[in-house]
C-alpha cells in the first residue's frame, strides 16, 4: 500500500510539471507577435494563413484530398472482469510539406514534429471476426485556416524539393490513367519508354514554369518546422486565441489532476502511518 502511494505521489508530480511545460507553450504563443509571411525574418515566428496543397496526399482511411492527416485504427480489448479497453492496432501521420498563404505571400510548412491540434474529422466503429475495431481520423484540408508557431529555417536543399515535386506530378499523372493516355500518340493502349520520356519532359518544363511564376511572391527558400531543444512547435486549426486558451485549460487540467493524486498519496501514507 505504502509502494502504491509512493507511486501515485510521483505521478502527481509529473502531472504537476507538465502542466508548466503546456503553460511555457501558452505564453510562448501569447508573447510572440503575429508576422506577416511577406516579411518574415529567420528564427521563430507566430504565422496565421491558408493551407495550400503542394503536393498530392489523401488520408489513409477517408481517401479525402488533405494538406495533412492523422489517423488512428484501435480494437476493442476484454479484461478478465469484464471490462473493455481500446487497443492500438496502427496510427500515423503525414510528413509531407503543405504551404501557408497570407495577402503578403507563402512559405512552406514541414510538419514533422509538429504538435499538430485540428478536431477529429471522422471516427466509426466495425466489427471483423466478432471484434470492434474503431477508425478515427483528423486532418487539414486545402483552404483551411491555418494557425502555425514554429521556426523559420533556410530550405536546405531546394534541387531536393525540385525532384520530389517532379516525382510526385509523374506518380500522379501514372495514376490518372486519361491524362496519361493523352500521351500515347501512337493509340496502342500502351506508353511506350519514348511517349514516357515526352511526359516526363512537358510535367518538368510546367513544374519549372510554376517554380518561375512563383519566384518573388512566396518566401520560396524559407520553411516552418521543428527548431532546436525544446522550442514549441505547434500546427493549428484553430486561431491564435483558441489555441491559448485551449493550453490554458490543458495546464490547469494538469495542474489540478496533479495536485490532487499527490493529496490523495499524502493522506494515504498518513493513514498507513496511524494505523502501524
Not at 481520423?137 to 523559420?152: D, K, N
Not at 491564435?240 to 494538469?254: I, K, Q, T
Not at 498519496?265 to 494505523?275: E, F, K, P, T, W
Request: glycine letters at 8%.
Amino acid at each position: 500500500m505504502e509502494l502504491f502511494s509512493i507511486l501515485l505521489f510521483l505521478v502527481g508530480i509529473a502531472l504537476f510539471f507538465h502542466g508548466f511545460t503546456i503553460l511555457r507553450k501558452k505564453r510562448i504563443i501569447d508573447n510572440t507577435p503575429a508576422s506577416k509571411i511577406g516579411s518574415v525574418a529567420i528564427g521563430r515566428a507566430e504565422l496565421c494563413g491558408t493551407a495550400v496543397k503542394k503536393f498530392a496526399l489523401q488520408s489513409p482511411l477517408t481517401k479525402t484530398d488533405c494538406v495533412y492527416y492523422r489517423y488512428k485504427i484501435e480494437k476493442e480489448e476484454r479484461g478478465s472482469k469484464g471490462s473493455t479497453r481500446w487497443v492500438p492496432v496502427e496510427n500515423g501521420v503525414s510528413t509531407v510539406y503543405f504551404g501557408l498563404q497570407d495577402e503578403t505571400g507563402a512559405i512552406l510548412i514541414e510538419p514533422k514534429g509538429a504538435k499538430v491540434n485540428t478536431p477529429e474529422k471522422f471516427r466509426t466503429i466495425e466489427i471483423k471476426d466478432l471484434t470492434k475495431y474503431r477508425y478515427t481520423e483528423s486532418r487539414i484540408s486545402a483552404g483551411e485556416q491555418v494557425y502555425v508557431l514554429g521556426t523559420i529555417t533556410k530550405l536546405l536543399n531546394p534541387i531536393d524539393d525540385h525532384k520530389q515535386k517532379l516525382i510526385d506530378a509523374l506518380r500522379s499523372l501514372k495514376g490518372d490513367r486519361a491524362r496519361l493516355m493523352k500521351y500515347d500518340t501512337n493509340r496502342d493502349g500502351t506508353i511506350s519508354s519514348e511517349e514516357w520520356d515526352v511526359a516526363r519532359t512537358e510535367m518538368e518544363q510546367k513544374l519549372l514554369e510554376q517554380e518561375l511564376a512563383q519566384q518573388g511572391k512566396d518566401a520560396s527558400d524559407l520553411v516552418v518546422g521543428a527548431g532546436a531543444g525544446n522550442t514549441p512547435f505547434i500546427i493549428s486549426s484553430l486561431s491564435e486565441r483558441e489555441a491559448s486558451v485551449s493550453l490554458g485549460l490543458r495546464s490547469v487540467v494538469f495542474f489540478a489532476g496533479g495536485a490532487l493524486l499527490m493529496i490523495i498519496a499524502c493522506i494515504s501514507m498518513l493513514r498507513g502511518q496511524l494505523y502501524k
